[in-house]
């Protein structure tokens, strides 16, 4: 089931998440629904808080960024083709290297994109959908498509990484978002009124 992704001003998304367990109800029918929610509005990755869950889960799957960029190499495009994975309760231990800028987006902030910096390298702890627990590092644009999801379990956008002056530049269009005053091909929920939703 395709599930309403949660816009830009709601609360949930600058919240801190908190951890599960096992017996979370219903998990792998979320976990089901966040796979379908976030191929239908063609993400990378998505996060509890934007479906409206305060949770510290969230899935990345990277098979669309190898399927639409005709500049990786054979083994890079079967990286990103093979990378699909759920991460509850993680936890990045550390992060390392030169940090670099690349444009991003996020499903709850649409037709927003900027340059993030971030750290080249992470690695994480995380317990997989089976509740098995796994330390792994990554790198480039794995690491950074978990980064940003991972910020999202801690309350963070990526808007909030923008300098103050790039922050003013999209004040408006933030705005707009939050007051439902734009259209989109999937599924959103604003956190105010609005007589213009889709």
Same mark, same amino acid.
């Given at each position: 089931?395709? $599930? ?8 949930? $998304? ?25 191929? !239908?509005?063609?993400?990378?990755? $998505?996060?509890?808080?934007?479906? #409206? ?43 390392? !290297? ?6 991003? #987006? ?10 993030? =910096? ?8 995380? +317990? ?8 792994? =590092?990554?790198? #480039? &644009? ?14 963070? +956008? ?8 790039? *922050?003013? &530049? ?5 705005? *707009?978002?939050?007051? #439902? *005053?734009?259209? =989109? ?6 956190? =105010?009124?609005?007589? *213009?939703?889709?």
């Amino acid at each position: 089931m395709i $599930l309403p992704i949660v816009a830009y001003g709601a609360p949930v $998304l600058k919240t801190k998440c908190k951890p599960i367990d096992a017996d979370y109800p219903e998990l792998d029918e979320l976990i089901e629904n966040m796979f379908e929610t976030m191929y !239908g509005a063609n993400g990378l990755g $998505l996060a509890a808080p934007q479906v #409206g869950l305060p949770i510290r889960l969230f899935i990345v799957d990277t098979a669309p960024f190898a399927d639409n960029n005709d500049d990786l190499s054979k083994e890079e495009r079967k990286t990103f083709l093979n990378f699909k994975k759920v991460f509850i309760n993680a936890e990045i231990l550390e992060e390392t !290297g030169e940090e670099w800028d690349f444009n991003e #987006g996020c499903l709850s902030i649409p037709d927003i994109r900027e340059d993030v =910096t971030r750290k080249p390298e992470m690695t994480i702890r995380y +317990l997989d959908e089976n509740f098995k627990e796994h330390t792994e =590092t990554y790198d #480039g &644009l794995i690491a950074r498509v978990i980064q940003h999801e991972y910020d999202h379990i801690e309350g963070v +956008l990526f808007t909030d990484k923008l300098s103050s002056f790039k *922050k003013r &530049l999209i004040k408006g269009k933030l705005n *707009k978002i939050s007051q #439902g *005053k734009i259209d =989109t091909y999937y599924p959103m929920r604003f956190p =105010t009124p609005s007589r *213009k939703r889709r």
